[in-house]
């Protein structure tokens, strides 16, 4: 499975994005999908999780009630709708696929990873 993320911007506090992430072969909806975001110095961190049928979401505390992940298995991707945004969320975002079933916050579930969208939000 191939990754590509998009939708990645500049925006002011408040405001809202939502990321895409394409995914390339015909086994896209086999794969559990997450959000991942790191910012400068940091770890890598969790954001949402979405199973390969759509059915079950996992999202960070950080962001719940703000941020939601969705997918549609017939275009092949998966989006991260984020309002409310905050200085605070500025990192770039990674998508992953996770072949195992269920949910997981954990990076090392994940086999493939898209190449990142920066999202800058200025206060």
Request: proline share 4%.
């Amino acid at each position: 499975v191939q990754l590509q993320a998009s939708g990645g911007g500049l925006v002011q506090a408040g405001g809202s994005l939502r990321l895409s992430c394409a995914a390339s072969g015909r086994t896209f909806s086999r794969y559990g999908m997450g959000w991942f975001r790191q910012a400068p110095g940091k770890e890598r961190e969790f954001v949402a999780a979405i199973t390969w049928s759509g059915g079950g979401t996992l999202h960070a505390d950080s962001v719940k009630g703000r941020f939601t992940i969705s997918r549609d298995n017939a275009r092949n991707t998966v989006y991260l709708q984020m309002n409310n945004l905050k200085p605070e969320d500025t990192a770039v975002y990674y998508c992953a696929a996770d072949p195992a079933i269920g949910l997981s916050p954990l990076p090392t579930r994940y086999d493939y990873w898209g190449q990142g969208t920066q999202v800058t939000v200025s206060s």
